[in-house]
T-cell receptor, first 113, second 113 residues
Framework: GDSVTQMEGPVTLSEEAFLTINCTYTATGYPSLFWYVQYPGEGLQLLLKATKADDKGSNKGFEATYRKETTSFHLEKGSVQVSDSAVYFCALRITSGTYKYIFGTGTRLKVLA | EAQVTQNPRYLITVTGKKLTVTCSQNMNHEYMSWYRQDPGLGLRQIYYSMNVEVTDKGDVPEGYKVSRKEKRNFPLILESPSPNQTSLYFC????????????FGQGTRLTVV
């Protein structure tokens, strides 16, 4: 069935370090792909998205490219800040039928000053 | 302001006492869904609705009910809560179709003792 696999955390980085959080998916057809961020005590917020192969989503210095050949959507940021500390979720949405969202298990990022 | 509103934010109840968590959105979205978030398991879909009077089971529907009598509201009902339903619950809404993101409520932390 359809699924999303993302790297387990926690990930601990120093401020200004480079961030990569890996995400791969399994889906029939061509899903849309998303990264969400969850700050403590809050709901999930959309960080970025891509709806077709080779699309690059970007927001607040974060980027991810929809790679159909490797079924991946890895999240990257060149220089993290303490304020980026949060839990990051990779997700896909089926583009027909149920239009269901499927989420990964989340990766906790902690950035140290 | 576009938003999804859940109430209550926190709830402690006893086993077997029926409860309802409300969810309302002001974006005229057709698609609404409920998730539970548990450590190490990410977000799992409980129920979803593609429009008024149209609901269907998600991945973990046992012990839950929903209704969709109006487009903006999608309450989650626990007829006889049990301790294994202690969790963090999120309501989300989105447009129909596979290319749009979900908007999440702030979450409801439920404890069943």
């Amino acid at each position: 069935g359809d699924s999303v696999t993302q790297m387990e955390g926690p990930v601990t980085l120093s401020e200004e370090a480079f961030l990569t959080i890996n995400c791969t998916y399994t889906a029939t057809g061509y899903p849309s792909l998303f990264w969400y961020v969850q700050y403590p005590g809050e709901g999930l917020q959309l960080l970025l998205k891509a709806t077709k192969a080779d699309d690059k989503g970007s927001n607040k210095g974060f980027e991810a490219t929809y790679r159909k050949e490797t079924t991946s959507f890895h999240l990257e940021k060149g220089s993290v800040q303490v304020s980026d500390s949060a839990v990051y979720f990779c997700a896909l949405r089926i583009t027909s039928g149920t239009y269901k969202y499927i989420f990964g298990t989340g990766t906790r990022l902690k950035v140290l000053a | 302001e576009a938003q999804v509103t859940q109430n209550p934010r926190y709830l402690i109840t006893v086993t077997g006492k029926k409860l309802t968590v409300t969810c309302s959105q002001n974006m005229n979205h057709e698609y609404m869904s409920w998730y539970r978030q548990d450590p190490g398991l990410g977000l799992r879909q409980i129920y979803y609705s593609m429009n008024v009077e149209v609901t269907d089971k998600g991945d973990v529907p046992e012990g839950y009910k929903v209704s969709r009598k109006e487009k903006r509201n999608f309450p989650l009902i626990l007829e006889s809560p049990s301790p294994n339903q202690t969790s963090l619950y999120f309501c989300a809404s989105s447009s129909q179709g596979g290319y749009t993101e979900a908007f999440f409520g702030q979450g409801t932390r439920l404890t069943v003792v």
